[in-house]
């Protein structure tokens, strides 16, 4: 089954930290792009940061130097560390994985940092 699937969304307290992970399957994982997305409501998805297939990463000026993306080829998984979190990080997470003009995207998981 083609699919992707976020998980270690949650609550934290502004300074505090997330590791939100993406495991795929069905795909041929080393030859992607990888990237997360956020989205709150009413606002258009953002990219948040990616990984290329060669291991180059990217960010967001919003967070970097907070946020880490890292891919294992051996186990299909991407991982975005967030630490010293913000509530305007507050949003829906979306991992993305894209090659040529094929992609696909997880359902999503939430991220709410609050007091």
């Known amino acids: 089954q083609v699919q992707l699937v976020e998980s270690g969304g949650g609550l934290v307290q502004p300074g505090g930290s997330l590791r939100l992970s993406c495991a795929a399957s069905?795909?041929?994982?080393?030859?992607?792009?990888l990237e997360w997305y956020r989205q709150t409501p009413g606002k258009q998805r953002e990219l948040v940061a990616g990984?290329?297939?060669?291991?180059?990463?990217y960010y967001a000026d919003s967070v970097k130097g907070r946020f880490t993306i890292s891919r294992d080829n051996a186990k299909n998984t991407v991982t975005l560390q967030m630490n010293s979190l913000k509530p305007e990080d507050t949003a829906v997470y979306y991992c993305?994985?894209?090659?040529?003009?094929?992609?696909?995207w997880g359902q999503g998981t939430q991220v709410a940092v609050s007091s």
């Open positions: 069905g795909i041929y994982f080393t030859l992607y792009g």
């Open positions: 990984i290329g297939s060669g291991g180059n990463t």
């Open positions: 993305n994985a894209r090659l040529s003009s094929y992609e696909l």
